[in-house]
């Protein structure tokens, strides 16, 4: 087969890692007879923590954006041999190939990115990742700027994102705009780095493999589940098995129509609350059904919330009254601005769980009663308990009003009020 018809792999590795990251793969795929036309290509970027090297006044680390345009580069002249390509990125790596797809497109190159078969994506923050946080803030400092991209519900990452949605994964036919391409991304069961709702993000073709952060990307057999899953998706890419991707009826965009199903919820933790991100998501997932879709704001930022969910710190909110107090009492007028529209629940977590959550009653005006609740728990088991009856509750709430006013607790065959969520008098 000639070099123009061969498949080629590219590799591209995640935050203050390097192109050796890959070898576990790269070793398998060389002893693979399947697999030796293949060819690859270990893409690298400048990601090391600064404060381990001498300090060079003439050096900076490169923007997400930086790394993209570099990497449009890489494929342009080393592989511009091969017509047909699958990307494989672990961790941020998927942060920038989606960057240099939006940059592509915003060119007006979609026509050029048809050679882009499939991108594969391992454990990439797709929402985000405030794990360490601070401690990465205190070794790269706070102005690196791939650290900032990081960050739980950036911005840039969020609009990213959402263009990768709309006009690469939902896209019909090629166009300078636009431009179908195959994704298929997996969660690590075992991450407490990316939780896993992060990690699968809105992409329709989603799984979870074995393995935490680092090891889903380090196959030691040609039996780990892991390899075998890129085998075979390189494999379907060779012999072109894959049917082209189909625009679905919906899809999550800025700006777009929120359907008339969906309820928005909203995240608000403080700094500590950010670890039991993932038992929020778990609890959206699990009240999803056909009937509703029930979604995190990152996903939809033009829609208004109908429930936003604070998880604090017990010990927190005992320690810093003042500061946990403001940040209460805010969210307090967004649900009074919205005159009880909005379903608040604030719990706070820990061992002072009673303690604090005395005070946060302490705080909230009597008149909140309603729409405003207050929880304390001990563990995660509870917390998920807790979550679960709010959106429950935001559900049957909102049931009247849907956007298409649809009484949705019909088709959820609710009971009149199964719930037991009676706000303050919990106490």
Partial sequence: MSEQGRLA??????????AK?????????????????????????STQIPRTVPWRPDRSLPTLSTIADSFQTYLDIEASGYQR????????????????????????????????????????????SDFARKLRKDLLGSSHPQERDLRTLSEEIRDTHTAVIRDVVHASEPEPGKCPIQFNVFAATDDKIVPRASAQGTFPKVGALPGDHFSIINPTSPTHRSYTTLRQLLLETAADSDPPPRRREMSPSAGATTPSTILVSEFRPDFHGTEWEHIYHEALEQQSSESVSVVDKFFYPGAKSDVIISVRSAESVTQDQD????????????????????????CAIGAPHEDAKRLIVQWVPVEAEGSFYI???????????????????????NSPRMRDGSRIERLLDLPSDPYGIPGRSLL
């Fill in 375 to 397: 929880e304390g728990s001990l563990d995660g088991d509870r917390l998920y308990v807790v979550i679960t009856r709010w959106i429950q509750n935001a559900i049957r709430r």
């Fill in 9 to 18: 792999v590219v590799f591209v590795h995640g935050f203050s890692s390097n």
């Fill in 85 to 128: 390509l699958v990307i494989v990125c672990h961790s941020m790596g998927g942060l920038v190939v989606q960057r240099y797809l939006q940059r592509m497109l915003n060119e007006g190159r979609g026509l050029d990115l048809q050679r882009i078969q499939r991108v594969v994506m391992f454990a990439t923050p797709n929402a985000g």
């Fill in 323 to 346: 500061l946990a107090k403001r940040a209460i009492l805010r969210i307090y007028t967004e649900s009074s601005h919205s005159r009880k529209k909005v379903l608040v629940g604030i």
């Fill in 21 to 45: 990251t890959w070898d576990s793969f790269t070793n398998q795929m060389l002893l693979d007879d399947d697999l030796k036309t293949l060819g690859i290509f270990p893409f690298e970027y």
